[in-house]
Every structure is written in C-alpha cells, then in structure tokens.
C-alpha cells in the first residue's frame, strides 16, 4: 500500500497543527464561529444532530492495521468506543467533543491519517474497487492512478470552493465494483487494441434527489492526460455550475441541461490548457511520476508474483464452507485470497465497529494479510492479502472475533447510512430498521434461500446509504414529523449481478415506520413465489416488473391502508 514521503508526512502534521491553532483562537473567541465552520470542514469535522462528527480520510479504501489501532485508540478516548465505516470508503466519528478534535488531529497525523477534504464543496475521498490490485478480473491496478489523484486535488486552490461536493470513482477491473456510472466522474482503466493504457471517462452521474446514470465523454483517453482532462471537466463545473440553488448545484444538473455543449465546452478547455495555459503541458502525467508513485504498490514481503502452494480447502462442511463461498474471494495471484470480515450482525448498526472489534481485526490483518485490510462500499472490511492454506486458521479467528457471519452479498450484508439517530440532515432512521431486518432474517437457511440481494436504506434523499442502487431500496422520508419509507426495486450499482447502472423504481406511497419491514418480507415472499429456478432477484424484478410486488407490499399496510 501507499508509503507517505516525509513531505507527505510534513503536510499532514502542518495542517494538524494550522486546525489546533485555529481552534485555540475559537475557543478563546477570538475567531468567530462562522468563521471557524469552513476551517473546521475543511478538516472534516461537523457538528450533527448530538456532537460534532468527524470523518476520516481513507483513500480508496486501503488501510493499514497500525492506522485501524490508531482509531481504536481515538474511539475509546476521544468517543463512545466506537466508529462507523462508510459508503465512502471512510470512517466516522459521531461523538468526539469539539475541544478535544485538535487532539484527535494529531493522532490520525501520527499514522499518516487525516480528514481533509472529507467535507466541503471540493473533490472528495477518492474511491475504487475494494479488490484494487488483486482482483482476478483486472486488467490495470487504479491505486497508483488513485493516488496521483489524490495528491493532485488535495487542497488544489481553483476547486476548494466547488458549487457541490464533487466525487471520483476509479476501478481497472472487467467488472465495475466501484460504482463508476453513479459518480461525479468515473473512470475505467482498460487497453485499447493496440495495448496501451487509458480511461474510460464517464461524467455526470450521482444520487440524491434526482438520480442521474453519468455520460460517457470519452471512450480512451491516454493515461498521461488525466489530471488536464478532469481540470478541464472541473473548470467547466466551476464556471458554469449553479450556484443560486443548493439542489441544483451537482455537476449531474449541468451536464443533464447543456448535454453536448457541456462536452465541448470540456473538449476545449482541455486543448486550451494544454495549448494555451503558461506550462499547461507540464501537467501531463510525466512515466517517472507514475513509475514513483507506482513503487509503492509493490507486493508485500514475502509475496511474489508466482504466487503461494495452492492448498484450497477441500470437502469444506458446514459453517465453514459457507463462508468459503460468501466471505472468500478470487485472488490474481495462485495460492491467494481475499477474505472478507463482516461488519454485519445482530444487535450492530451495518459498518459501525468496536474499538475492541478494530483492534480484533488489525491483529487478524497483521497475522494473515501483511497488516493491510480494505474499507469497502458495503461497509465491511476485506483481507487482500490471505494464503489459502491459512484460510482454516483465518476463519476460526474471525469467528473468534465475530467477523465471519457467512452473509456477503446476502439480504442482511446491508447498507445503511446512519440516519437520524445522527445525522442533522436525515428525515428517518435508517438504523432501527436495518436491526429489525438483521434479526427477522437471523435463519442463515432462509437468507441462502433469498440468495443474491442488494438491500441498501438511505435515511435521507442525500442517499448516503445508496438506496437508488439497491435491488430494495429503502428511503426515509419526513411527512409532518413523522418517519415514513419509500421502497424502490430494481436498481443497479453496475456490478456484474446487477448489470448496468439504474435506478430503482418506487412501489408505491410510502409506508410508515412500523410496516416498512413488513413490506420488504412482502416483497421477498413475492420474489420466492415467482422465481424461476436459481434465478436471482434482480433478475426476477426484470422479468415480471414491479407491478406483482405492488399488492403483497401494499397488502401488510395497517396505519397507511387509506393512503395505497
């Protein structure tokens, strides 16, 4: 995983020290909080619905067992004992006082950790595919890409003060695990015919209040000219965005609205950057920058690219073997796996976890996988670095340590944003009913029964918890104070299982708080009834459409039967 450089390192603790000095002069009033809110955004802390929460950067997703101690040891002095990864990629914090964050600061900068620009209208935390540099289906490893992104939009000033929030996806996989066509630019790494390396540039998706699938505007542009082509797609952003209506301010409403102008006008500001701006070219992506960048990303010590004896776990029974067939992944390299750790039980909020559980976790990435694990979108933790003939032993300590529930890719693998047990901006708790879910569907049997399902609950149209992409979508909704849910089905995060980026469709009025997870039984019911053999769910939804789930949804409807 990325090394940071002592110019890295020198960077990170400055800041730390620039935000302990700002702070300091609040406090003492001397820097009023108006001013003080986008010094402390800009370091990603908030102030949400209880306490100030801060969220911590991890870029595309890969962490280090040192850095995941660290945050134990901030949960437990600084917070309730507890965090929350995210859809992100991230990690957040709900309950740190505001005149401890200088402190917390110094912490993430003793292990190279940090929040900046994890809030704000600038470029957020990159993201990628959480089996970056060791999936089997790669083509081109996007860390060394993500990282020379990372460093080039870090506090870069034309773009701290964007009209929204803005947010890049990378993967270099056949399949897109990273939810490319859902983000403000994605970008696919792949070859062209003659062999040489480029992206695939999609721009102008993004969830929300009004899901957009983002636009192909190129199909292969050489890697070398990715900084001047996305500076091209941000300077339009900048120039043209609204900025008169909070709603209307993502990139998606631009591009949307100027369709083909947006994309020429990006085509020109690219040839004029790179023709006309004082040392414009000068920002091509020179070999010898990739290349050092690149070197950090080397296979860990002791793995090499021949790979391990293979020893695979044969005639596998019971428990285990149910997590050989969810938890454990295929691997580029013989004699590898990637194993994933759920984050997802009973009486657990989906992503949140222990200070014991993270130091748990960092002692099984240290003793399995080189001391590196992966965040992923679906708020649990991966291992990219596990011999096979040590899955046996792997499994019997994340058992140990509660993180081999055998459910990835199941009905209670959900995702779930923090809702309004938190978040200031949610309308509805996510949380409660992501629980009543968990234990509704606590007999294994019956989720391996439903199989393949992606359920994902957004607490607010901010849809933190994607519930635009779900195959159920669950979004919380506030009528005259009170919680309500809308159910959507059908929709796709562009993974292979649920194939090209789409929106649900809703289902009908939404449902009151105390039917919502009867509603989704409903549904499921409906699916088993009508599936064909071994067909998924999804696949299901787009066979017989939405219209057969309608009753049986409607049908458990007690406080709102006069409104369906």
């Given amino acids: 995983m990325y090394q940071y450089t002592d110019f890295d390192r020198r960077f990170v603790h400055q800041r730390a020290a620039q935000y302990r000095d700002q702070l300091d002069r609040n406090l003492a009033g001397k820097l009023g909080d108006d001013e003080f809110r986008p010094l402390r955004l800009q370091n990603g802390w908030y102030v949400q619905r209880h306490a100030p929460m801060l969220r911590v950067a991890v870029p595309y997703g890969e962490i280090h067992a040192r850095q995941l101690r660290q945050l134990a040891r901030i ?3 600084h917070d309730r004992g507890y965090g929350h990864f995210t859809t992100r990629q991230n990690l957040q914090f709900n309950w740190i ?8 600061m110094d912490l993430l900068a003793q292990v190279d950790m940090h929040g900046i620009q994890t809030s704000g209208n600038c470029i957020r935390n990159i993201t990628s595919d959480a089996l970056a540099g060791i999936a089997a289906d790669e083509v081109i490893d996007p860390r060394p890409y993500c990282e020379v992104l990372r460093q080039w939009s870090t506090l870069h000033p034309e773009f701290a003060f964007l009209p929204r929030k803005f947010k890049i996806a990378v993967t270099g996989a056949a399949e897109d695990r990273a939810a490319i066509a859902w983000h403000d630019i994605g970008l696919h790494l792949r070859r062209n015919a003659q062999g040489e390396i480029g992206f695939e540039v999609l721009v102008g998706g993004g969830m ?6 983002a636009s192909r505007i190129r199909e292969f542009l050489p890697w070398q000219q990715i900084l001047v082509f996305i500076e091209a797609i941000v300077r339009v952003y900048n120039r043209y965005g609204r900025r008169d209506n909070l709603y209307k301010a993502r990139i998606k409403i631009l591009v949307k609205a100027e369709g083909q102008k947006f994309i020429d006008a990006v085509e020109e500001e690219f040839r004029h950057i790179l023709n006309d701006d004082a040392d414009g070219s000068a920002h091509l992506i020179p070999q010898a920058e990739l290349d050092r960048v690149k070197a950090s990303f080397v296979l860990p010590e002791g793995v ?7 020893a695979a776990p044969a005639n596998a029974g019971g428990a285990f073997a149910r997590w050989l067939q969810r938890n454990v992944h295929a691997h ?3 004699g590898y796996r990637a194993v994933t750790l759920s984050l997802k039980r009973a009486g657990q909020a989906p992503g949140d976890v222990t200070a014991e559980q993270m130091e748990a976790a960092a002692a099984i990435a240290e003793r399995f996988s080189h001391g590196e694990l992966r965040v992923t979108h679906d708020q649990n933790l991966v291992l990219p670095w596990v011999r096979e003939s040590e899955l046996p032993a792997l499994w019997e300590a994340a058992t140990a340590a509660t993180f081999a529930t055998p459910n990835i890719g199941l009905v209670t693998d959900m995702i779930a944003c923090p809702g309004g047990d938190f978040c200031g901006l949610a309308n509805a708790r996510s949380l409660p009913l992501a629980a009543e879910l968990t234990e509704r569907y606590a007999d294994l049997d019956e989720v391996y029964d439903i199989g393949d399902i992606d359920l994902h609950i957004s607490g607010c149209i901010n849809s933190c918890g994607h519930h635009h992409s779900g195959h159920i979508g669950v979004l919380g909704v506030d009528k005259d104070g009170s919680e309500w849910y809308q159910l959507t089905l059908g929709g796709s995060d562009g993974s292979t299982l649920s194939g090209a980026a789409v929106p649900g469709k809703v289902i009908g009025p939404s449902f009151a708080a105390d039917e919502v997870a009867d509603a989704i039984e409903a549904v499921l019911d ?3 009834a009508q599936r064909a053999a071994n067909e998924r769910f999804i ?4 066979r017989i459409g939405i219209e057969p789930f309608k009753g049986p949804a409607n049908a458990v409807r007690r406080s709102t039967a006069h409104a369906a």
Avoid at 208 to 213: A, H, L
Avoid at 304 to 310: C, I, K, V
């Fill in 526 to 528: 409906t699916y088993r």
């Fill in 208 to 213: 929300g209040r009004t899901p957009v699938i």
């Fill in 75 to 77: 949960a437990r002095e």
């Fill in 332 to 334: 580029r390299l013989p």
């Fill in 97 to 104: 006082p505001l005149v401890q964050s200088a402190d917390v």
């Fill in 304 to 310: 090499t690219a021949a790979g391990a004896p293979s």
């Fill in 539 to 542: 696949d299901t939804v787009r």
